[in-house]
Each structure stands twice: as structure tokens, then as C-alpha cells.
């Protein structure tokens, strides 16, 4: 892929507590391959964590600040100044309320465009590639032009270079499991977290101890602290993690909600619950429950404590599930999405 060398990816992904982090931060790791391949990256972003923004600016990425996001007009108008200061680049949108219209507008301005899906939500495409990294990806039946390429599945799953790391890994899986890691996403609005932490205090399982990460924007920090302080069991509260590999490897079992973490999940081989928390998790989780990837919870919000308590014991006792489960996650995700991603791109360069 030397002729991308020199060349510019512009990235259009924002992050907040209502639509949490899982846009931008998967992003992230396709910029992390387009750098790593000699090209340069600039984040167009109404990112509201400063957190988020610490580590776009770690990466050495250029990073214009929105404080309006589409579909209010300065959006456009400013993200279309910055395409026209870059001829040729290739733009990736991905976020729910970039329309049809805002494709268009991409594309009359000259460039290439890479739109990140996950449920085929528009009547029409008009991206040169549409990614969609979720099981099922293939039966959603894409509306689009004659020109567009569909990278469909989880070879396309975009995990960040720190994830990579860990590739080939073998994870033992104890008789009994006793380390549990919840992470429900980088905004948490309603405070699902809450909710497990006071069924892990219900645990009667010896040893037990649990990670709870959150995001550096979740707005409950202080009522969780209290939470966790008040516990019997040892929790362990940590906000805007950088090392959740490991703490994926540390973990015996995850609690997550349904968005792109499911996938570092799979990767590292961590058996989980995964619990719906938007309705577009709903639709995400319900392949991967048919598929026998994780378990699912449902709508967390409608669980009762006391199935949410059962279900984390059965899970806990149960060795031979999670051994199927960590099995399944590592022959599915094989951490090759990004390269997958960029050869394409790297194929309409030509």
C-alpha cells in the first residue's frame, strides 16, 4: 500500500454521552492503520470528552472541533472548507445522523467517501465503500449506486493497534470464574452501571472481584464511586481506561453493552453478557446471541436485579459456556479487519 503514502484520510465521527464513543474510537483505529501506511489523518468532530480528543492529539492527528453537529448547517459548511483544502482525500462519515444528503454533498465535492454502517438504516447509499462490521451485515440488503462496494461481516471489524497486540493469545478459563470487568459504554446516560455494580454486590461467589470501567464524559461518576465504596465485594472503578486489553485478558468475564466493544471482546476471547441499552444495539445483539457469540441480557433497563444477579452466577459456574464462548470469539475476529479495510481503499487508489 505504498501509494497511500502521503496521502490524507478525513474523518467525520463525533462522541458524546448520548451517542457514546463507539463511532470515534473505532474510527481511531482505522486512522491508526492509514498513519501507520505513511498517510496522514485529520478527525473532523463534535467530540464533547476531552479525553477522547487527548488521544486523537497523542496519535499525532490534525483535529478540526465542531460545536454543532449536523444537521445544523455549520456543520457542513465548515466540514466542507476542510475537503476543499485537501483534493483527493478520502472522507469516512460514520455516525447515524449523516443522511443521503450529506453523502452527496461528499461526493460533488470531489472525494471518496467511506460511510460505517450498522443497520442499513438509509433508503440509499451513495458512499464508494459501505462498511459493516456486524454479523448479518449481508442479509440487511443495501440500497446503493452500481459504483459501491460493500465490505460486509467481521473480517472487516476494525479493532485498534492495541488490541493487536494480543493476537494469538490463550486464555485460560477457570473452573469457577471470579474477575469480572463491566463496561456499558462511554456515556452510560440512564447509569446501567449502576445496576450491575448493585447485583455484584449480590454475588455469594468467594473471591469474586470486578473492574467497572467508565467513560471520562459519564455523568454518574460520583453516585458509582459511592456505589463502589459501599460494596462487599472489591470493585474497582476506573474512568476513560487505556489499557482495556488487558483488562480484557484480566477478566474471567465482561459485562458490555451492544456496541463496537463486543468485538475487542470477542478478539480477546472474554466470555460476556452483553446488555441493550439503545435500540440499535437491540437489533446488533440479536445476531450475536443467535450466533452463540455472547449471552444476551436484553433491554437492561426491564432486567429485574435479581435475574440480572442469577444470570452473572450462572454464567460464573458455568466453565464449559465460556469455553465456547472465548473459542468462538477468537475463530471469529481475527484482528486483520483494518488491513482488510485499507487494501480496499488502497485498490481504488490505482
Not at 476543499?84 to 452527496?104: K, R
Not at 446488533?284 to 442469577?310: C, D, H, N
Request: negative net charge; contains cysteine.
Amino acid at each position: 500500500m505504498e501509494h497511500l503514502r502521503d496521502k490524507r484520510l478525513i474523518i467525520r465521527a463525533d462522541a458524546s454521552t448520548q451517542i457514546g464513543t463507539g463511532h470515534l474510537m473505532r474510527c481511531l483505529a482505522l486512522a491508526q492503520t492509514w498513519q501507520d501506511s505513511g498517510g496522514h489523518v485529520t478527525f473532523i468532530t463534535a467530540c464533547q470528552s476531552e479525553g477522547l480528543l487527548q488521544r486523537l492529539r497523542e496519535e499525532g492527528f490534525d483535529i478540526h472541533l465542531l460545536a454543532d453537529p449536523y444537521p445544523h448547517p455549520d456543520d457542513w459548511d465548515y466540514t466542507g472548507n476542510v475537503l476543499a483544502g485537501s483534493p483527493g482525500a478520502w472522507v469516512v462519515l460514520d455516525g447515524y445522523h449523516f443522511d443521503e444528503i450529506y453523502q452527496q454533498r461528499v461526493k460533488q465535492a470531489g472525494h471518496q467517501l467511506l460511510v460505517i454502517d450498522d443497520t442499513a438504516h438509509l433508503k440509499h447509499y451513495y458512499a464508494d465503500i459501505v462498511l459493516n462490521q456486524n454479523l448479518g451485515a449481508d442479509k440487511l440488503g443495501y440500497s446503493c449506486e452500481p459504483y459501491t462496494c460493500l465490505l460486509l461481516g467481521t473480517r472487516y471489524v476494525l479493532l485498534r493497534r492495541e488490541f493487536l497486540a494480543w493476537k494469538d493469545r490463550q486464555r485460560e478459563i477457570p473452573d469457577v470464574a471470579r474477575r469480572v470487568l463491566v463496561t456499558l459504554g462511554g456515556g452510560d446516560p440512564e447509569n446501567h452501571t449502576l445496576k450491575v455494580i448493585q447485583a455484584l454486590h449480590k454475588m455469594n461467589t468467594a473471591d469474586l472481584e470486578a473492574v467497572v470501567v467508565i467513560g471520562a464524559s459519564n455523568p454518574h461518576a460520583r453516585v458509582l464511586e459511592s456505589a463502589v465504596r459501599q460494596s462487599p465485594v472489591p470493585i474497582r472503578l476506573t474512568s476513560d481506561a487505556r489499557n482495556m486489553p488487558e483488562l480484557m485478558a484480566w477478566a474471567d468475564v465482561a459485562v458490555s453493552s451492544g456496541g463496537t466493544t463486543v468485538w475487542e471482546l470477542a478478539f480477546m476471547g472474554a466470555p460476556a453478557f452483553v446488555a441493550v441499552t439503545t435500540p440499535i444495539e437491540e437489533f446488533l445483539v440479536s445476531g450475536l446471541e443467535k450466533y452463540g457469540l455472547f449471552l444476551s441480557l436484553g433491554w437492561i433497563s426491564r432486567l429485574p436485579m435479581a435475574q440480572l444477579t442469577e444470570a452473572l452466577n450462572m454464567m460464573i459456574q458455568d466453565k464449559r459456556m465460556r469455553s465456547d464462548m472465548s473459542t468462538l470469539g477468537q475463530r471469529l475476529i481475527d484482528g486483520a479487519g483494518c488491513d482488510n479495510v485499507l487494501k480496499q481503499l488502497s485498490d481504488r487508489e490505482r
